[in-house]
Structure formats: structure tokens, C-alpha cells
């Protein structure tokens, strides 16, 4: 049997090249994802960020977040793919457990709530100066 599992992976690319060649890179990372069996649920460009230490003597990167569900295979395969790919610099994947992803969903319910309260306080707060 094989069993579907949540992984998140956040790689790392090369600043210096160009947003096009980026953007080929992460759209060549999501087509491999797919052609292997992977739905993607998110992906989230952070943009070009500054280095904690240095990297292949390079001081900046372009960080991608992407969430998905694939079977086990797919991880070997990814790892593969990341260390042959050039420009991507480091990568981390991570397999979500059962209890990360319920603390994951209360966090961003709790946000959600927090959120709608401090604009229903703005709102009265600017009702009263009025």
C-alpha cells in the first residue's frame, strides 16, 4: 500500500538570477512535484531574503514555500531532484505528523478569530470618536 502523507519543503534559489529564471525554477520544481504524484496544496513565494550565513559564497536567496500530499516515493526522488538542480542552493522537507497538523489548524483558527476581533475593536473604537 501506498500511503498519501503531508510534507511541507522550503528551498532556497539562487538570487541572483533573473524573476524569469526563478520562476521557471519554481514552476519546474511544481511540475516535477505533479508528474510524480503530488497534489499541491500551497506554495508560497517569500521572496529574495538575506542569508544567515553564506551559501556557495552568496549572501541572498529567493525562498519558496510549498505544502503537498504525495506518497512516500516521492521524497527520495525530490531529494534527488534538489541536489542535481543548480540554482537551488538548500532545500528542507518535512513530513507533517498527525498531531503538527492539528496544531497547525488550531493556530490558524485562533489567528483567524484574533484577527476578526481586533477589526470589530477598530471599528467601535472609530464609531466612538465619530
Known amino acids: 500500500m501506498n500511503a498519501r502523507r503531508m510534507y511541507e519543503t522550503t528551498f532556497i534559489i539562487n538570487a541572483a538570477l533573473e524573476d524569469a529564471a526563478i520562476d521557471t525554477v519554481v514552476n519546474t520544481t511544481i511540475e516535477f ?15 529574495r531574503k538575506r542569508l544567515a550565513y ?8 529567493y525562498y519558496v ?3 503537498f500530499d504525495a506518497p512516500a516515493t516521492v521524497l527520495p526522488l525530490l531529494e534527488r531532484y534538489f ?5 537551488i542552493m538548500r532545500h528542507l522537507n518535512v513530513a507533517m505528523t498527525k498531531t503538527a497538523l492539528e496544531a497547525r489548524n ?3 483558527v485562533a489567528r ?3 484577527e476578526k476581533e481586533a477589526a470589530a475593536a477598530a471599528l467601535a473604537a472609530e464609531a466612538e470618536t465619530v
Open 33 to 47: 512535484l505533479k508528474t510524480n504524484g503530488a497534489s499541491i496544496n500551497k506554495v508560497d513565494k517569500w521572496g
Open 54 to 61: 553564506p551559501i556557495q559564497k552568496k549572501n541572498n536567496g
Open 65 to 67: 514555500y510549498v505544502q
Open 83 to 87: 541536489f542535481l538542480e543548480e540554482n
Open 106 to 108: 488550531k493556530f490558524f
Open 112 to 114: 483567524a478569530e484574533a
